[in-house]
């Protein structure tokens, strides 16, 4: 039935077909696609500096104002 879905396999790919597909708003894949890269690249540069991955400091603050967007957008889909 959601046949655009089939053969997606990365996650921007994804939220972008989502959309696609009505289940998400724009607005909400530009939040979840921005989180994503923003988690992604502090994780890498993490491990590329060989430290445990605890996020501290100006990092922490920036994941936080994310969390507090993706958290909408998880509040709006799996509590109705």
Do not use: C, F, N, S
């Not at 990092?59 to 998880?74: A, M, P």
């Amino acid at each position: 039935e959601r046949r655009v879905l089939i053969g997606r396999t990365d996650t921007i790919g994804l939220l972008e077909a989502l959309a696609e597909e009505g289940l998400l708003k724009r607005t909400e894949v530009e939040t979840l696609a921005t989180a994503y890269r923003k988690y992604r690249a502090l994780a890498h540069r993490l491990v590329l500096a060989e430290v445990p991955p605890v996020v501290e400091g100006a990092d922490l603050q920036k994941l936080q104002k994310l969390r507090k967007g993706v958290e909408k957008i998880w509040q709006r889909l799996m509590e109705g």
